[in-house]
């Protein structure tokens, strides 16, 4: 088995790593690189025939969309769901690639030379996967991304009690080397942040800056909501991933059977989404429809009669901003992306009442160390990390840069 590391021995997102066995050659993610890559990675040039997505986040799926319909792209079905819609509302054409599904700890077979077992993990997004690849009687599990500290932490612990076995290759990711993540430790200290800052904002709304498809996220803001005696409004975007994953996972809020989960009906915002929508009536079917229940719909002047009462996790506000001012917003992302204007305008504005209140959805070096425990590799190769020499307090590490194979 030969494994090489296109792109993410140095560096944080853009992963890409292809795994060769006899005839075949398969991908494990095919990541868009996050800001200035320090390396790149055309999919034309590689001969492979399958790529298997670890979790639908960007920086591991990015590159599926220059595929043929000759590839064959296999990933979990909401994380599947997700990324259609997600193009469908941004406009993009459909993937032509075909389609494999991933389910926990169910083998699949690429031919007789290589086979992939995912393990569902506690990450940032749903169906977020190690992968164990078995290929000529030697074995790899590649980490994915994953964290012990939200609300699939039961996922981790399952992983620590029966974990893949002799493992000779571990390629583990290291988002979190060299970064704390002490303030706010777990989704449940996110939410206990932001019910305080929601009760002491009194008579002001509130906004919410986070990604629309960080469910744990959306369900931090959704207690809090509960627990402050506010609604939680959202898109037409964000509402359709809570229902796509709600539809597996009944404990996350839905349009149709939570009363305080509201979804803005005009707007901008509003306006572009429900076109989409209505283009697509196929894809959304009966989602149309419970949108504009009168129990479930919202208008920006009831916000502004009541601003007291919401808690919005809109896609753009700048113009409910200046209608709702002075007000607050929860910052709930990485604090990397406070530099971009967008951001910083809002981060500066004397009208706001800027708060930050974030935890990572990678794991710390604790967890990272129990991960190493439980599988006992008998050599680790660092991924998604800016610090690789710092896994040398793992054990044995073999510092793989980008391009260079690896005979196992």
Known sequence: MKITIHRGSREIGGVCIQVQSGDRSILLDAGSPLGESLSTVDLNALDFSDIVISHPHQDHFGLIETLSSKKTVYMGPIARKLIEATRLFLQQPPLICSFGELQSREWVDFGSDIRIMPYLMDHSCPDAFGLLIEAEGKRVYYSGDFRASGPRKDAFDYFLADPPRDVDVLLMEGTMMGRGNARFPNEKAVENGMIEVLKNLGDRACFLISSGRHVDRLCAAYSACLESGRDFVVDMYTAHVLRTVSDEFPSVPDINTSSRLKVLANGCTAGAHYVRIKENRKFF????????????????????????????????????????????????????????????????????????????GHAVVDDLRKMVDAIRPKRIVPVHTEHPEAYEMFGDVLLLPDGQPLDI
């Open 285 to 360: 079917g009966d989602f149309k429809d419970d949108l504009f229940r009168p129990e479930t719909r919202v208008s920006k002047e009831q916000i502004a009669a009541n601003p007291s009462r919401y808690f919005l996790k809109i896609s753009n506000f700048s113009d409910m901003l200046r209608a709702l001012s002075p007000c607050g917003v929860i910052y709930s992302m990485w604090s990397g992306y406070l530099e971009e204007p967008r951001f910083k305008r809002i981060k500066e504005d004397p009208r706001v009442e800027f708060h930050e209140i974030h935890t990572s």
